[in-house]
């Protein structure tokens, strides 16, 4: 059965320029496809370019930054080509975002009913009243006591994880069919953590969006996605399936990243760390990004960068072991499936 | 809130009371005795002995103090030793003068420092924001009688455009508010600029454009009230200076206002005009910076009401 | 018979809270309330919980960079609260810390050289025309290049700076080390780095280590022992096999249980707690954690609990709890 796509992300590449004009590529070459109703992860550690991919999709990217290549799809609508004011009428309405930290993310200086209000007021046009509402109602959802009250309140009056929630009744205001959800953990206690992830995964499940969970957490990929694209140094290096990610990864980056991950489940003796540094963005090289560090790296690797290939189970992965121009020990391949297995 | 103000204005009582004190002793620490100065410069001593006992000037320091403070808090500053008017009679309409000029002088400043703020920060970098910095720079940089000057040549003598002294009439009025708000509008364009860049790099200025709002929207709803603050308190500054700068643009433009007044009653050494005209400007000032602490109660919520 | 290296007896650290029309003491924020601990010699003691709770106050307390309110911190039988200000800073020498934000704490303008052997003129570690030879040694220790000894923190990556802040630790031959969320900051892959260095260090130099996280999974990677803290109080207590095996304090089910496994064929009971954190101006009565706690009685509201040792309890773990009894066997039990 072929599932329906709501978003598709074809080699999207982001630029920034700084001061002296001198181009940062911070995506470059990201591709993934989201169906519908399900949550697709991405997962990188700072520098990745996951953030920026978010943003891009909203076309939110700083004023030095542009979007330089690559498609958006999203129902088939190109976003990089839309007009300003046709991107401003899906931001906050058919696409909505939530950011990592709820402490920074409200305007302090009007109360938490006012800035659900506005996005209720520019794209479905209700008044005060309708308006009231409805935003008794968002707050209700996303577990909020009192909400009459709470409407009234300013941010500085809420807890960390109080604020995430209005966060999330206000990306919801106007029912999304894409929630992009960027570290919305990250600055928070496990507890409430835990809390946060339960509320988006039950309103998912509820409304049947589709969702796009940035993280650099593999616990919560585990624990809240169905697809996952691994990025490393802008790029994507590995989509897949998510049970078939932890279980069978096949980018190198991949299974150095699982390997790195100290566990609080499992005791694990000596963790295997990837060896080296993440690459400066301004300084990339010239073959595949993760060349450097990896421990099966062969000349082809240093010199030519690789594609992102799709094999026949609809996963994909930028990496030469698994390419018919493989020059390095051919049992790679099929060590680096049996390291996790 | 009240309870809010009205501590604050406890709290100006020993403000005002030390604003008081300095300026009285300051007064009467300056060499030469104003006896001597009304009576003339031959006067017999019994005339002089007289005059400062009508005056009051033979009674121990402290004791002056207490009359001074006394009468003032009635308003009552006495005659001035010069006119033999009542200071009040003399102070109040230059008085009015004075505190149009800086009121009109403000307005000036805020309205033009604020939109070249706001343009120079939406549009960072552009030629707009350069222009807008580099005149903020030279408008800055500049003394205000100079300016003053120059205006009043191109204006009032080359153009003959406007009249070059008086106050009263609209067109008198605008040179001398240009010379005085120039400073202002600077300090207040640089300001603006520098909070609103500040605060456009917030993270929930993302998230109102991640709303779907419109960039003006943006920058005059989220943005600017945020970034009042401390604009708010450059103009509360500002004002304390505008009193000042006033004195040289009354000069300047011939405007009978208090700052020429209390300038000319110095030299005269009319001590009750002059502290009366002191004590009034430092009595506006604080309540100036009164007014700019309760606005920021109304901008910032988050600053405890006690 | 393990050798305590460091006791802490009734270690309170109270700020002030200013307040009112005269800015006076209004209140106290209880940061640590009473607590007691120790550490024996070449172990690695970890005290985890959430913001707020007191752990990195409670490392702090220890090496005085806060004067603590009350108690005692014996360090090799001697009392660190009890010493003026000279004598504390000798003791410094045995004493170390790593901080999370490892830019924060290293001077931008002295080069690594200059930074690593700062500390060893000023606890006259070695001779000075030794200094240099002993800084490369310790960069080559923490598996940074040698050559990059004149160069500045600013041209090193995090995980890199993270090592210029252990060697500099290391510089004075400390005997504990407490790292305040040493690796909190660090990619996971440089974080892995980071882990396995400082395991290794512990074994060549004998080290103890005090570590304050909030990450269990580094915690359990690190530790033999676990100190959990909420609003704090210690609530429990014990190696890291029982601690994660057979949690007892309802909080410490709940904290282990909110943590994402990363391996999505592996489901569990998670137990959601409901609400935020307390302040900790004016925290609950009682027990702490009883606004939160799924078991919460009467008495639970009333009585600060003891950490106590029961006998299904290995030797050593304790936890403060009122019903440690009852919901071990089961009759005090989640409702679904």
């Known amino acids: ?341 | 809130m009240l309870k809010f103000i009205i501590r604050r204005l406890l709290q100006l009582i020993p403000v005002l009371l030390g604003v008081t004190i300095i300026v009285f002793s300051l007064m009467h620490l300056t060499p030469g005795n104003p006896a001597h100065i009304i009576a003339g410069e031959n006067a017999p001593p019994e005339t002089v002995a007289q005059i400062e006992k009508r005056l009051g000037l033979d009674e121990p320091i402290p004791v002056q103090f207490y009359h001074f403070v006394k009468d003032a808090v009635m308003l009552d500053f006495g005659n001035s030793w010069r006119t033999s008017l009542p200071v009040t009679t003399e102070l109040w309409p230059r008085f009015w003068v004075t505190f149009e000029l800086a009121v009109y002088s403000m307005i000036f400043s805020i309205v033009v420092g604020m939109a070249a703020g706001i343009i120079s920060a939406v549009r960072q970098y552009s030629w707009a924001d350069v222009t807008v910095m580099l005149v903020a720079l030279f408008g800055l940089s500049m003394p205000n009688f100079w300016l003053g000057l120059m205006l009043m040549q191109w204006f009032s003598i080359n153009l003959g455009w406007l009249p070059p002294t008086g106050w009263g009439s609209p067109e008198q009025i605008i040179l001398p508010v240009i010379t005085l708000g120039t400073s202002g509008a600077a300090v207040i364009a640089r300001m603006t600029r520098s909070s609103m860049l500040d605060v456009i790099s917030q993270d929930y200025i993302r998230t109102a454009r991640a709303k779907g709002l419109k960039e003006r929207v943006i920058t005059y709803r989220h943005a600017l009230k945020n970034a009042l603050i401390p604009i708010v308190t450059v103009i509360g500054l500002q004002f304390g200076g505008l009193l000042a700068g006033a004195v040289l643009t009354e000069s300047v433009f011939a405007i009978n206002g208090m700052g020429k007044l209390i300038v000319d009653r110095i030299l005269a050494r009319d001590f009750p005009v002059v502290q009366a005209g002191i004590l009034v400007i430092a009595v506006v000032f604080v309540f100036i910076n009164l007014l700019v602490d309760i606005s920021y109660k109304f901008l910032n919520k988050r600053i405890d009401m006690d | 018979m393990k050798k305590e290296l460091l006791k802490v007896n009734n270690l309170k650290q109270y700020f002030p809270v200013k307040g009112g029309f005269l800015g006076r003491t209004v209140n106290h924020v209880k940061a640590v309330d009473d607590i007691s601990f120790e550490i024996y010699e070449g172990e690695t003691l970890s005290v985890v919980g959430e913001s707020g709770c007191g752990k990195s106050t409670t490392g702090r307390a220890i090496l005085r960079l806060e004067e603590p309110t009350d108690g005692e911190v014996y360090f090799e039988g001697e009392d660190l609260l009890a010493l003026n200000k000279s004598q504390m800073r000798e003791k410094r020498k045995d004493l170390q810390v790593i901080f999370q934000d490892p830019y924060a704490s290293l001077n931008p303008r002295h080069t690594v050289g200059q930074i690593l052997t700062e500390a060893m003129q000023i606890q006259k570690i070695a001779p000075r025309s030794e200094l240099r030879k002993r800084a490369i040694e310790l960069m080559e220790i923490v598996g940074l290049n040698a050559e990059q000894i004149d160069r500045y923190p600013h041209e090193f990556s995090g995980g890199q700076r993270q090592r210029i802040g252990i060697a500099r630790a290391l510089s004075v031959d400390p005997k504990l080390i407490i790292a305040d969320e040493a690796v909190s900051a660090l990619d996971v892959s440089i974080q892995a780095q980071v882990l396995n260095l400082l395991k290794r260090l512990q074994r060549e130099f004998n080290l103890t280590y005090l570590f304050i996280a909030h990450d269990l999974g580094v915690v359990r990677h690190i530790s033999d022992r676990i100190i959990v803290m909420y609003l704090g109080k210690i609530v429990e207590i014990a190696d890291k096999k029982s601690l994660f095996e057979n949690p007892q304090h309802p909080y410490t089910k709940a904290l282990l249980s909110a943590i994402p496994i990363p391996d999505p064929e592996k489901k569990k009971e998670r137990i959601v707690l409901k609400g935020d954190v307390p302040s900790p101006i004016n925290p609950p009565q009682g027990c702490r954690f009883h606004t939160r706690c799924p078991f919460a009685t009467e008495i639970c509201r009333t009585k600060v609990p003891e950490l106590r040792n029961l006998d299904h309890m290995k030797e050593g773990h304790r936890a403060a709890c009122h019903h440690i009894e009852k919901i071990h066997s089961g009759e005090m039990a989640l409702q679904k």
């Not at chain 1, 059965?1 to 590449?13: A, F, G, N, S």
């Not at chain 1, 697709?40 to 030095?64: D, H, M, P, Q, W």
């Not at chain 1, 080509?81 to 909505?96: A, F, H, P, T, V």
């Not at chain 1, 609809?314 to 049992?331: A, Q």
């Open chain 1, 1 to 341: 059965m072929k599932e329906e796509i709501i978003l598709d992300v074809r080699d999207l590449r982001t630029s920034f320029f700084d001061d002296e004009g001198f181009e940062i590529k911070a995506v470059d070459g990201v591709s993934f496809e989201l169906p519908k109703g399900k949550t697709l992860g991405i997962v990188g550690e700072s520098g990745s370019g996951k953030s920026i991919t978010a943003l891009s999709i909203l076309r939110l990217i700083a004023k030095n930054g542009k979007i330089a290549g690559g498609e958006i799809l999203f129902n088939n609508r190109d976003l990089t080509k839309l007009s300003e004011k046709d991107i401003r009428s899906i931001r906050g309405n058919d696409i909505s975002m939530i950011f990592q930290e709820p402490m920074t993310s409200l305007n302090p200086v009007y109360t938490i009913g006012k800035q659900i209000y506005e996005a209720l007021k520019i794209h479905q046009g209700m008044d005060k009243e309708q308006g009231k509402k409805r935003i008794i109602e968002l707050l209700e959802l996303v577990g909020i006591p009192s909400p009459e009250q709470r409407m009234k309140q300013y941010p500085h009056e809420l807890s960390g994880g109080m604020r995430q929630r209005v966060m999330i009744a206000m990306a919801l205001a106007c029912n999304p069919k894409l929630l992009i959800a960027d570290e919305p953990t990250t600055a928070l206690d496990v507890t409430i953590q835990a809390q946060i992830l339960e509320l988006i995964n039950s309103l998912q499940e509820e409304l049947g969006m589709s969702v796009i969970m940035i993280t650099h957490d593999l616990g919560v990929v585990a624990e809240t996605c169905d697809y996952v694209a691994v990025m490393y140094g802008g790029q994507v290096v590995e989509y897949q399936e998510v049970k078939e990610l932890f279980k069978n990864p096949k980018h190198p980056y991949t299974v150095g990243l699982l390997n790195s991950m100290p566990r609080h489940d499992v005791d694990v003796d000596e963790l295997e760390p990837i060896k080296g540094n993440v690459p400066s963005i301004k300084n990339m090289p010239k073959g595949c990004r993760f060349a450097p560090r990896c421990p099966f790296a062969t000349e082809l690797c240093v010199t030519e960068l690789p594609k992102l290939d799709r094999k026949e189970d609809g996963s994909e992965v930028r990496c030469w072991i698994y390419s018919d121009k493989w020059d390095g020990d051919p049992e790679v391949k099929v060590r680096n499936e049996e390291r996790t297995s």
